[in-house]
C-alpha cells in the first residue's frame, strides 16, 4: 500500500524523535512537533494505518508507538534529508592528509575517526589484497650469505625480510637475481603471482629457493590480510538503551568477536555504501550495520563498518562515512 504524504511525515517525525528520545512516540507528541494543523485523533488514525502496515509497533496499550524495522528500511530510502547528508561529506572531504605511506595507517585512522564522530562502533576491514600491484623486488648484499628481500607494490612497502643465499654468491648473483625477480614479478599483482605456479617453476638453479621465498611471503600477506581488521569504540554500544537488555548484548558481541560474521556483513556488490537492518537482513535483532568501500587511487583497499542500535542516527552515519570515504579517494599514494 503506498504511504501517502502525510504518512510520511508523521513516520518520518516519529521515527526522528524516537532516535533521539528511544521512548514511544504519542500523537500528542507528533501534532506538537510536526503537524500542529492535523488533530491528535486524525493522527492516531493515521499510526493505526501505519501500524496495520507494518511499519509501527505498540509496546503497551496506553504507550505511544516505536519504528519496526520495515519502517527504518523507508526512513533510509525514502525520508532521509540529502542535502544534510551531502553538507556532512563536504566537511570532511579535506578531513586527511594528501599523502600517506601505508594504507594500513589510513586505515587504524579511519577507523577512530569514525566511532569518535559518530558515537557508534567502528569497523575498518583491510581488503582488495588480490589487487595490489607489484612494483618492484629487491634483493640487497647484507653480507655473511644474507641479502634484504624489499618488496614494493602501489599499497606501499609489503614487506622486508633478511634470507639466506647460496654460499660465496656476490656482485653477479645480485645483478641477475634482481632482472628476474623484476621480469617475473613486477606488474602483477598479487592475485596472479599466488594463483600461477608456473612463475615457480620457470625458475632454476639456485635462484628457485628465492622465488619460493617471494612466493611464500605473498601468500602468507594474503592469507593475514583476510582477516585483519581494526575495531574503534566497542564500549559505546552501551551509552544506548537497547543494550541494557542482555540477549542485546549478546548479539552484539557474537557480531564483533567472529570474523566470518563480520565479513558476510560486507556487500561485496559494487556499491559505495550498504545499510542493514535488523535480523531479516543480516544484521542481529535490534542492530544495524551501516558498511561503506573504500578506494585509493582507483583500487579498493577495505570496508568501513559501522554497528549500533536499529535507531541509528542513519544521517549522521551516512554523512559521516559519505566524508570519509571521499577523503581517502583524494589521497595520493607517493
Given at each position: 500500500?503506498?504511504?501517502?504524504?502525510?504518512?510520511?511525515?508523521?513516520?518520518?517525525?516519529?521515527?526522528?524523535?524516537?532516535?533521539?528520545?528511544?521512548?514511544?512516540?504519542?500523537?500528542?507528541?507528533?501534532?506538537?512537533?510536526?503537524?500542529p494543523e492535523v488533530s491528535?485523533?486524525?493522527?492516531?488514525?493515521?499510526?493505526?494505518?501505519?501500524?496495520?502496515?507494518?511499519?509501527?509497533?505498540?509496546?503497551?496499550?496506553?504507550?505511544?508507538?516505536?519504528?519496526?524495522?520495515?519502517?527504518?528500511?523507508?526512513?533510509?530510502?525514502?525520508?532521509?534529508?540529502?542535502?544534510?547528508?551531502?553538507?556532512?561529506?563536504?566537511?570532511?572531504?579535506?578531513?586527511?592528509?594528501?599523502?600517506?605511506?601505508?594504507?594500513?595507517?589510513?586505515?587504524?585512522?579511519?577507523?577512530?575517526?569514525?566511532?569518535?564522530?559518530?558515537?557508534?562502533?567502528?569497523?575498518?576491514?583491510?581488503?582488495?589484497?588480490?589487487?595490489?600491484?607489484?612494483?618492484?623486488?629487491?634483493?640487497?648484499?647484507?653480507?655473511?650469505?644474507?641479502?634484504?628481500?624489499?618488496?614494493?607494490?602501489?599499497?606501499?612497502?609489503?614487506?622486508?625480510?633478511?634470507?639466506?643465499?647460496?654460499?660465496?654468491?656476490?656482485?653477479?648473483?645480485?645483478?641477475?637475481?634482481?632482472?628476474?625477480?623484476?621480469?617475473?614479478?613486477?606488474?602483477?599483482?598479487?592475485?596472479?603471482?599466488?594463483?600461477?605456479?608456473?612463475?615457480?617453476?620457470?625458475?632454476?638453479?639456485?635462484?628457485?629457493?628465492?622465488?619460493?621465498?617471494?612466493?611464500?611471503?605473498?601468500?602468507?600477506?594474503?592469507?593475514?590480510?583476510?582477516?585483519?581488521?581494526?575495531?574503534?569504540?566497542?564500549?559505546?554500544?552501551?551509552?544506548?538503551?537497547?543494550?541494557?537488555?542482555?540477549?542485546?548484548?549478546?548479539?552484539?558481541?557474537?557480531?564483533?568477536?567472529?570474523?566470518?560474521?563480520?565479513?558476510?556483513?560486507?556487500?561485496?556488490?559494487?556499491?559505495?555504501?550498504?545499510?542493514?537492518?535488523?535480523?531479516?537482513?543480516?544484521?542481529?535483532?535490534?542492530?544495524?550495520?551501516?558498511?561503506?568501500?573504500?578506494?585509493?587511487?582507483?583500487?579498493?583497499?577495505?570496508?568501513?563498518?559501522?554497528?549500533?542500535?536499529?535507531?541509528?542516527d542513519y544521517q549522521k552515519?551516512?554523512?559521516?562515512?559519505g566524508g570519509v570515504t571521499?577523503?581517502?579517494?583524494?589521497?595520493?599514494?607517493?
Open positions: 500500500m503506498k504511504i501517502s504524504e502525510r504518512k510520511q511525515k508523521i513516520l518520518k517525525s516519529l521515527i526522528d524523535n524516537y532516535i533521539s528520545s528511544c521512548e514511544p512516540i504519542s500523537s500528542s507528541h507528533i501534532k506538537e512537533t510536526c503537524l491528535s485523533a486524525t493522527i492516531r488514525s493515521e499510526m493505526v494505518a501505519l501500524e496495520e502496515m507494518g511499519y509501527l509497533v505498540q509496546p503497551h496499550k496506553s504507550a505511544g508507538r516505536v519504528p519496526s524495522s520495515k519502517a527504518y528500511r523507508y526512513y533510509v530510502d525514502n525520508l532521509l534529508d540529502k542535502d544534510d547528508i551531502d553538507r556532512r561529506i563536504k566537511s570532511f572531504s579535506d578531513y586527511f592528509d594528501s599523502n600517506f605511506c601505508d594504507v594500513e595507517q589510513v586505515i587504524k585512522s579511519t577507523a577512530k575517526v569514525i566511532s569518535d564522530v559518530t558515537n557508534y562502533t567502528s569497523i575498518m576491514v583491510m581488503g582488495g589484497v588480490d589487487n595490489i600491484l607489484l612494483k618492484d623486488i629487491k634483493l640487497v648484499d647484507i653480507g655473511n650469505d644474507s641479502a634484504l628481500l624489499v618488496i614494493i607494490t602501489d599499497n606501499g612497502l609489503l614487506k622486508d625480510k633478511i634470507i639466506d643465499i647460496p654460499q660465496n654468491m656476490q656482485g653477479k648473483f645480485f645483478a641477475q637475481a634482481n632482472d628476474m625477480l623484476v621480469d617475473m614479478f613486477a606488474g602483477k599483482t598479487v592475485k596472479e603471482v599466488t594463483e600461477n605456479k608456473n612463475i615457480i617453476d620457470a625458475a632454476i638453479g639456485e635462484y628457485k629457493a628465492l622465488f619460493d621465498e617471494v612466493m611464500n611471503i605473498l601468500i602468507n600477506y594474503k592469507q593475514n590480510s583476510v582477516n585483519k581488521m581494526y575495531m574503534e569504540g566497542t564500549d559505546k554500544i552501551f551509552d544506548y538503551k537497547e543494550f541494557e537488555d542482555v540477549g542485546n548484548v549478546k548479539n552484539f558481541l557474537s557480531v564483533i568477536n567472529t570474523g566470518e560474521k563480520l565479513h558476510n556483513l560486507i556487500n561485496e556488490d559494487d556499491v559505495e555504501i550498504s545499510i542493514k537492518i535488523g535480523k531479516d537482513e543480516n544484521a542481529e535483532d535490534n542492530m544495524a550495520v551501516v558498511t561503506a568501500k573504500c578506494v585509493i587511487a582507483g583500487r579498493e583497499v577495505g570496508h568501513a563498518m559501522v554497528i549500533g542500535p536499529e535507531r541509528m552515519v551516512l554523512g559521516v562515512l571521499k577523503a581517502i579517494e583524494k589521497i595520493k599514494k607517493e
